[in-house]
């Protein structure tokens, strides 16, 4: 089975469970209707209000965590949340059951409230495990794909349930130069008080900071979130996510400070989620075959699709899952009230699978639709893990699954009393690099607004405004220091597992030796012996070959990264035979890949004006080569993944180890 017949069965699979709103249009026979919407009990994006509800402020001083002594114990809870979601009725607001974190003696949220703290600061954090009601763990809000390679699937995992051990989690600072026992690796998972804790689980209490070479040395927009080995698709889709601010002697946050950027009630954070939703406010996740509408789907041959690929009748993983509803913050279509001057505004793109491009347009006060508006420039200052050299102008800028923007907005651009609306222009569908066509479109999709500045606020004027112009200099940019030791040869695969589901897997793009001084050449599952063994202090050039269809947000623990280039590439890509632990319990019914005949053509191209800061997300593209060179600063196991959560779970996802392996 093909890579979109598989998204055509993954999509058709949660039409069948009710998933009729949001399907791309070429991958089903017809049309959904918004009576079979409603039939099917899921919210009608058409039915909720659009920019409606003041938007949350991640950077809000109430939002923030409080430290004590440089401690802090955060814990993940379950927790009812309004969204702004309203009911079947078009009217009643309806709560939703999520799970947040938030402090050990106050409330969870979702996003989880922002931890903020300078680079030469030290931060100790108990991350605890509370998903429980009273005495008893809660069951997961969404359904469990047993059959991944996921925490209780590992040996002598493999009698634990949910239902009476509690759902596992782990937290990664995502961005953090963190030591290995705290970084938050899929294996180092534990359940509710710790009474189940991962293969490789090392500590209680993660410490973070202290300056370089103990942790980062720059500001910049890192963020926190699950990463349980096979659930952390559900776990944050669940809602356990949240900012973690870095500041330094130069990006302070304070109004003085040095690069003159926006500060204090105009320096927000908006992390962006898409969400499907019962009309009844809960969260929807597809995952069942079900009846009427099962017998009703067959495939591009004409066949009914395989009730295989749902093992013993479902749950099953998706390929890739794309919301109908966006959520900012926590709320759906947002708004906020700003007034004319300069803004600094930080995205976070929490979504699943959903590439984003994102334009500014203005438009009259109380219009949703941001097709009659017209476009404004921006400035990019920065993204992920530092601000840029300078401030450089665009007019729109891509947003891949895990990335931060850092982004500055004149609102004295846009006429008083008028919106600006932060428009998407890429679709509902996988991303190739391209602008989407009709069918990878929802019907009457309204993902393609994610929020609105109302710009209607009285200009304080007790508070300067800035002036960040294309050019400013802002003292960030990209530092790798050392010479290159090693430069490396990976790849992206789509294969299938012994379901015949798309399984998209990591491995190399050239035959190499692995620590067990095995040669291994293609497609490598998650159990293959480590190929990246770098030396600690080495410095490499990674090369990454994406030998599939789409797009895919690539993230690398530990380092931060310069992007150096990107090439088209040519190459046979050759069928072969599933390693261990890709198909069946003797790796049997899987398909692997590997390539023959690499030929780089045409002419390399320099990163983006949003890739040219310090990164740990690096967009490779299909067809091309895309090559990152970083620094092995600390020993110790890590893992580099696709950022589509669904990829890594199923089963986009590597160790790799800095230093000597011992045992």
Known sequence: MKRREFLTLSIR????????ASIPVALLRA????????????????????????????????????PEAGRLRIRAAPAVQMTGLVGADGETPVPTAV????????????????????????????????????????????????????????????????????????????????DSPFDGNPEYFFSPRFRIKGPRWEARYYRYGGGFPYWNDMAGTLWYHDHALGITRLNVYAGLAGFFILRDDF?????????????????????????????????????????????????????????????????????????????????????????RRQYRVRLLNGCDSRFMRLRLKVVHSNETDPAPGYAIPFYVIGSDQSLRETATQVEEVDFAPGERLDL????????????????????????????????????????????????VSEFDSDRADTSIVDGTWLDGGVSVPGAVTTTRKL???????????????????????????????????????ITENPGLGDTEIWEIYNATGDAHPIHLHLVHFEILDRQPFSARLIEKPAEHGEGGE??????????????????????????????DMVMALPGEVTRIKMRFDKPGRYVWHCHIL???????????????IDG
């Open 408 to 455: 500055v907005i004149d609102f004295k651009a846009v006429p008083w009393g008028s919106r600006l609306i932060v428009e998407n222009l890429l679709g509902d569908a996988p991303f190739g690099g391209e602008l989407p066509k009709k069918a990878d479109l929802f019907p009457d999709r309204r993902t393609d607004r994610i929020m609105a500045f109302d710009v």
């Open 586 to 615: 003797d790796g049997e019914g899987g398909e692997g890949y590997r390539l023959e005949n690499i030929r780089v053509v045409g002419q390399p191209r320099g990163p983006a004006p949003q890739e040219q800061t310090r990164r």
């Open 491 to 529: 790849a992206l695969f789509e294969g299938t597992d012994e379901f015949g589901r798309l399984k998209p897997l990591l491995g190399m793009a050239e035959p190499v030796e692995d620590v067990s001084d095995n040669w291994v050449d293609g497609t490598l599952d998650w159990d293959s012996p």
């Open 99 to 178: 799970w947040g974190y938030g402090p050990h003696n106050d409330g969870v949220s979702w996003p989880g409230r922002t931890i903020e703290m300078n680079v030469n600061d030290s931060l100790e954090v108990s991350w605890e495990n509370d998903l429980i009601e009273g005495s008893m763990p809660v069951s997961h809000l969404l359904p469990v794909d047993g059959s991944l390679h996921w925490a209780y699937s590992l040996p002598g995992y493999e009698y634990y349930r949910i239902a009476s051990d509690g759902v596992p989690i782990v937290t990664h600072v995502h961005g953090g130069l963190n």
């Open 31 to 66: 049309h959904s209707s918004h009576a079979a919407i409603l039939a099917a009990g899921l919210s009608d994006p058409a039915m909720q209000p659009l920019f409606k509800h003041a938007v949350p402020n991640a950077l809000d001083p109430g939002f923030k965590y409080m």
């Open 13 to 20: 699979s949660a039409m069948a469970a009710g998933m009729t």
């Open 251 to 339: 990006d302070t946050g304070l109004p003085d400070n040095p690069p003159g950027l926006p500060a204090g009630p105009y320096e927000l954070a908006f992390a962006v989620q898409d969400r499907m939703f019962l009309n009844t406010g809960e969260l929807f996740y597809p995952a069942f075959p079900g009846d009427p509408f099962y017998s009703d789907f067959i495939d591009d041959e004409g066949a009914e699709l395989p009730e295989e690929v749902f093992p013993e009748g479902g749950p099953t993983a998706l390929a890739e899952f794309f919301g109908d509803h966006m959520l900012v913050n926590g709320t759906i279509w947002p708004k906020c009230e700003v007034e």
């Open 646 to 660: 669904s990829h890594e779970d199923h089963e986009m996802m590597r160790p790799y180890h800095v230093g000597p």
